[in-house]
C-alpha cells in the first residue's frame, strides 16, 4: 500500500473522531480504534457523505488490555507500515484528593498513562525498523498548568508530557519524531461522558470548592474553541518534516503557559485561588 497509514486511538467521538476524519481527507488510510465499535456509526456516516469511508478500517482496542493491543500490534504488522500513531484515547476523572478513593487515580493512569506506553511501545519496532514516522500524543494545557480538584486528570497529562520527551529523545537517531499536542477548552464529551467526578458531598469542606469549579467551567463552554481546529492541526503535524515537541492549541493557552512559567509561584497561585469560591 503506497497511500501513508494512521492509528488514532479513541475514534468514536471528539477529537478522535475529528482527527480520523481529517486525516482521511489528507490522503492517510486510518486505523480508527475505539473501545467498542458499536459506536463507528457517527463516524462512518461522516466518513460516507464525503466519500471517504474507504480510507477507514474500524479495529476493536481497549488501552488497557494488552491482549487487545497485541492484535493491533498483529495487524500493523500486516499492514507492512506505520506512518503516524495518535494516541487520542482518555478521560478526565475530576474530584478533591482528600475525597478520592485511589482506585480513581490508579483507572486514570491506566488509561491515560499506561495505555498510551503500552499501545506506543507495540507500534515502536515498526517505526524504528523503517526509520521514520510521528508519534502525537494528546497531552492538554493540563499537561503544563495545574488546576484544583482535577488532580488525576492533571496528574496524568503532566506524566505524559515527561514520559514524551523522553521517548522524543530516545527515538529521534531513529528518524522517528514524538509530538505533543497540549489543546485548551474545546467543544468535546471529555467534560460530559468522558469525565469521571467524584462529586463533594453538602456537608463536605470542599462542597462549595467543587459547586463553583462546576459552574465556572459550564459558565465558560460557549467559549470552548471548535474541536475541527484540533483535528486539523493535528493532520497539518502529520505531514511536517520537523515538527516541534509542544503545540499548544487554544484560546488563551500560549499566554497562559507564558505567564505561569514568567511570574514568581506565589502570584501564579494568587490568580487561579481568586477565581474559586471563598470556603
Not at 507500534?123 to 503544563?144: A, C, F
Not at 480538584?149 to 496524568?156: F, I, L, Q, R, T
Request: charge should be positive; hydrophobic fraction near 40%.
Amino acid at each position: 500500500m503506497n497511500e501513508p497509514i494512521a492509528i488514532v486511538t479513541g475514534s468514536s467521538s471528539g477529537f478522535g473522531l475529528l482527527t480520523t476524519l481529517e486525516l482521511a481527507r489528507s490522503g492517510f488510510h486510518v486505523i480508527a480504534t475505539m473501545r467498542n465499535p458499536d459506536k463507528s456509526g457517527g463516524l462512518l456516516s461522516e466518513a460516507k457523505k464525503e466519500n471517504i469511508e474507504d480510507k477507514i478500517y474500524i479495529h476493536q482496542l481497549d488501552v488497557t488490555s494488552q491482549d487487545s493491543i497485541n492484535q493491533l500490534a498483529k495487524l500493523t504488522e500486516t499492514r507492512g507500515r506505520i506512518d503516524v500513531l495518535v494516541n487520542n484515547a482518555g478521560y478526565a476523572a475530576a474530584g478533591f484528593v482528600e475525597e478520592l478513593p485511589m482506585e480513581e487515580y490508579r483507572k486514570q493512569f491506566e488509561t491515560n498513562v499506561f495505555g498510551v506506553m503500552a499501545v506506543t511501545k507495540a507500534i515502536l519496532p515498526y517505526m524504528r525498523q523503517q526509520r521514520h514516522g510521528k508519534i502525537i500524543n494528546l497531552s492538554s494545557i493540563s499537561g503544563v498548568v495545574a488546576f484544583p480538584g482535577m488532580s488525576p486528570y492533571v496528574a496524568s497529562k503532566h506524566a505524559l508530557e515527561g514520559w514524551s520527551e523522553c521517548l522524543r529523545l530516545e527515538m529521534k537517531p531513529f528518524g522517528v519524531d514524538v509530538i505533543l499536542v497540549e489543546p485548551g477548552s474545546y467543544r468535546t464529551s471529555i467534560w460530559s461522558s468522558g469525565k469521571q467526578l467524584t462529586r463533594s458531598q453538602p456537608d463536605s469542606p470542599y462542597y462549595r470548592l467543587m459547586e463553583g469549579m462546576e459552574n465556572y467551567i459550564l459558565s465558560g463552554e460557549e467559549k470552548f474553541g471548535d474541536p475541527r481546529e484540533v483535528a486539523q492541526k493535528i493532520a497539518v503535524i502529520a505531514k511536517m518534516q520537523k515538527p516541534a515537541l509542544r503545540f499548544p492549541i487554544g484560546k488563551g493557552v500560549k499566554t497562559a503557559i507564558l505567564i505561569k512559567n514568567l511570574i514568581p509561584w506565589s502570584r501564579w497561585e494568587s490568580i487561579l485561588l481568586n477565581k474559586l469560591p471563598k470556603r
